[in-house]
T-cell receptor, first 110, second 114 residues
Framework: DGGITQSPKYLFRKEGQNVTLSCEQNLNHDAMYWYRQDPGQGLRLIYYSQIVNDFQKGDIAEGYSVSREKKESFPLTVTSAQKNPTAFYLC?????????FGPGTRLTVT | QQPVQSPQAVILREGEDAVINCSSSKALYSVHWYRQKHGEAPVFLMILLKGGEQKGHEKISASFNEKKQQSSLYLTASQLSYSGTYFCGTEIVAGGTSYGKLTFGQGTILTVHP
């Protein structure tokens, strides 16, 4: 079955720690995206990548970093510099403009 | 610039119709519509490209008025399964090239009661 997987579903971290969220797709999509969603709000773009070894900052990239070494994988690192990291993080991939989302990772930082 | 959705919330009885609007202050290349159930990932509904086309998906259809920089999502004869939060995502014109960079509205909460 083709799809997008994100792991883990729930993640808890202490303040000051970096944490990496996983995103893998086997849809053979070139483009991949990371969004953040806060309660009662829409999705905000963190980073996106149109092709392997290339990525661009989205609207709220500060405190985050990504890599795109393989077509299938687009991990997101939430660094200690991110002031409010607690949120629901969604990864997506796209083809022909249609974006398909993974199940998300709910990150809680205390 | 985030697109503005209206209304913020809609409550319907099964079988009733609803319209959700999405407006942008910038020229749009495309408008995307998604539905999200509580605690789940958004699900793609449809994409409309500039050209003023209208698309349909069973009883859910949408239009895109390029001149007004607006899109509307039409839900007819609503079903209980239509409940959720609807988001529009807009992609602005960028030299005729699509980069797939979407900006999402704040969402419209749709509740369908039996």
């Amino acid at each position: 079955d083709g799809g997008i997987t994100q792991s883990p579903k729930y993640l808890f971290r202490k303040e000051g720690q970096n944490v990496t969220l996983s995103c893998e797709q086997n849809l053979n999509h070139d483009a991949m995206y990371w969004y953040r969603q806060d309660p009662g709000q829409g999705l905000r773009l963190i980073y996106y990548s149109q092709i392997v070894n290339d990525f661009q900052k989205g609207d709220i990239a500060e405190g985050y970093s990504v890599s795109r070494e393989k077509k299938e994988s687009f991990p997101l690192t939430v660094t200690s510099a991110q002031k409010n990291p607690t949120a629901f993080y969604l990864c997506a991939s796209s083809i022909s403009g249609e974006q398909y989302f993974g199940p998300g990772t709910r990150l809680t930082v205390t | 610039q985030q697109p503005v959705q209206s209304p913020q919330a809609v409550i319907l009885r099964e079988g009733e119709d609803a319209v959700i609007n999405c407006s942008s202050s910038k020229a749009l290349y495309s408008v995307h519509w998604y539905r999200q159930k509580h605690g789940e990932a958004p699900v793609f509904l449809m994409i409309l490209l500039k050209g003023g086309e209208q698309k349909g998906h069973e009883k859910i259809s949408a239009s895109f008025n390029e001149k007004k920089q607006q899109s509307s999502l039409y839900l007819t004869a609503s079903q209980l399964s239509y409940s959720g939060t609807y988001f529009c995502g807009t992609e602005i014109v960028a030299g005729g090239t699509s980069y797939g960079k979407l900006t999402f509205g704040q969402g419209t909460i749709l509740t369908v009661h039996p």
